[in-house]
């Protein structure tokens, strides 16, 4: 039978391939992802692909069309059902699969779906996703074959491996967990049973209709639930994830959020004491306090791309063995396999503060104090915004400013940072500035909008997104 299919092109994003279901996204793109990408596995030798997916409420009918494509291509398909994307990874890992994909929306709306997929212990992202859209149109597959399918039930060991690593003191936690109806919902009541301490799961049952709030823990809206529980409850810590609880949330025993770079000072501090002088990666939006605070504890802060396919390659390179985005995404290679993992990146937090005699809001408030904006993200075409950051580039080469090109242009100046860069994966710029007093804000603010102004763009709005951490 010959095969010949064409995606959305929106669907083909930077590190997945993600669309609204019945829209841009439909059942037969999911057996066309089967088709080449178990095409692109048979090429490369390789027999043998894992499956999962979350609790949308298009998943299963999606993987079912995905494990058919990937059986036309002759693959024997794992397939371990509903659960987070991390242990789709685990799987890819410990059974040591030529592939991968995991049928998730992540944090996008209900109506959202998509696919997030490894080749070997590899992330599958930029040129290999759009790769799958040309092979397809051309009908360049492997030979139509009858592969298999297992059903594999890999929960339990994945628990198992997480509790593992606890390694807390004598200290017991009250904890309270928000799953946001996601995908780790059934991992989740099974982890903290096993767990020293006192445990409270909120929206513990997976829901694709995502009830509660949106599953997305970086947004301070959606943690007003888990907020008021732990002040409710005095609890010790409160833990969110997002849809496929690959990035993790979290609020202190005061009901304060600690934001991504903050959680990772937390980690990185424990880290290097077992690990002296290592490399420990951020992104480029991360607030130069945990630059600083890297290098204090020992460590050689790295600052790079964002993007989380991009930071498991720049770990697997440098032999980092911690890594975060302030998108929550924490990636752990000491102790752990090096992907992003937040019910992971949850037992060592934990078991940090079981360990520490004061309370996490005495860590947080012990940090230097800065104000920021968060990520202000605004409209600039795709063809545009990349020209757009290298006229910003240049400018600022000729005043000879203070710059990093590793992801757009990161500004340092005497008040603080400004930030500009463009999107990977939508037709918009990212700006975002931070300072030690509200003046200079103000003063990174307005340098930021001469440049766009300079490029014929309009003053990004600023208004009412101030923050302190």
Same mark, same amino acid.
């Given at each position: 039978?010959?095969?010949?299919h ?6 083909l ?7 609204i ?5 439909h ?19 390789g ?17 079912r ?8 291509s002759?693959m ?6 509903c ?27 209900p109506d ?11 992330p ?11 092979l ?14 297992q ?5 339990n060991d994945?628990?198992?491996r ?12 009250k ?17 903290v049973?096993a767990l ?7 929206n513990?049952e ?13 947004v ?9 529980e ?13 849809g ?15 934001f ?5 000072v ?19 939006k991360?607030s130069?306090v ?8 020992g ?16 770990? &697997?390179?440098?032999?980092?063995? @911690? /890594?975060g985005?302030?998108? +929550?995404?924490?990636? *752990?290679?000491?102790?752990?396999? !090096? ?33 920021n904006t968060?990520?202000?993200?605004f ?10 950051i ?8 000729a ?9 757009g242009?990161?500004?340092?100046t ?17 700006a975002?500035?931070?300072?030690s ?8 603010? &307005?340098?930021?909008?001469?440049q @766009? /102004?300079?490029?014929?763009? +309009?003053?990004?709005? *600023?208004?009412?997104?101030?923050? !302190?951490?």
């Amino acid at each position: 039978m010959t095969f010949s299919h064409k995606f959305d092109p929106t669907v083909l994003r930077e590190y997945d391939i993600r669309g609204i279901v019945g829209q841009t996204l439909h059942v037969a793109d999911a057996f066309a992802i089967g088709r080449v990408f178990g095409s692109v596995v048979a090429r490369a030798g390789g027999t043998r692909v894992a499956v999962g997916y979350d609790g949308r409420l298009t998943s299963p009918e999606l993987e079912r069309a995905l494990v058919d494509g990937l059986r036309a291509s002759g693959m024997e398909v794992m397939r371990i059902g509903c659960g987070p994307t991390p242990m789709l990874y685990y799987t890819a890992t410990t059974l040591k699969t030529d592939g991968a994909v995991m049928v998730t929306g992540s944090h996008n709306p209900p109506d959202y779906n998509g696919f997030k997929m490894m080749l070997g212990r590899k992330p599958f992202f930029g040129k290999q996703i759009l790769d799958i859209g040309t092979l397809s149109a051309a009908g360049d597959v492997v030979a139509d074959a009858v592969g298999s399918e297992q059903t594999v039930a890999i929960a339990n060991d994945y628990i198992a491996r997480l509790l593992s690593d606890w390694d807390g003191g004598d200290r017991l936690l009250k904890v309270v967990w928000d799953n946001g109806n996601g995908a780790a919902g059934d991992v989740l009541r099974k982890l903290v049973a096993a767990l020293p301490g006192e445990h409270v799961v909120l929206n513990g049952e997976i829901d694709g209709r995502f009830p509660a709030h949106h599953p997305d823990p970086t947004v301070p809206a959606n943690l007003v639930e888990l907020i008021a529980e732990v002040r409710k409850r005095k609890a010790d810590v409160g833990i969110a994830f997002d849809g496929d609880a690959d990035r993790i949330g979290l609020v202190d025993d005061k009901g304060e959020i600690l934001f991504g770079d903050q959680i990772m000072v937390v980690l990185a501090r424990d880290v290097l004491k077992n690990h002296p002088g290592a490399t420990i990666i951020a992104d480029v939006k991360a607030s130069q306090v945990l630059f600083d605070e890297i290098a204090k504890a020992g460590g050689d802060p790295l600052m790079w791309k964002t993007g989380h396919s991009l930071i498991k390659s720049k770990m &697997a390179e440098t032999g980092s063995p @911690l /890594a975060g985005e302030m998108s +929550g995404h924490i990636f *752990f290679a000491d102790r752990w396999y !090096g992907f992003d993992d937040a019910l992971y990146a949850a037992i060592r937090v934990l078991g940090i503060l079981a360990r520490m005699e004061d309370k996490l809001s005495a860590v947080r408030e012990a940090m230097p104090h800065v104000i920021n904006t968060p990520e202000v993200r605004f409209d600039c075409d795709d063809k545009r915004k990349f020209a757009v950051i290298a006229e910003v580039a240049a400018r600022l080469s000729a005043e000879g400013a203070k710059v990093s090109s590793t992801d757009g242009v990161r500004v340092q100046t005497d008040d603080g940072w400004w930030l500009l860069r463009a999107s990977n994966t939508q037709a918009v710029l990212v700006a975002r500035c931070e300072a030690s007093t509200p003046k200079g804000l103000e003063q990174l603010k &307005a340098a930021l909008s001469r440049q @766009l /102004a300079a490029s014929g763009l +309009g003053e990004p709005d *600023f208004s009412g997104s101030t923050s !302190g951490h």
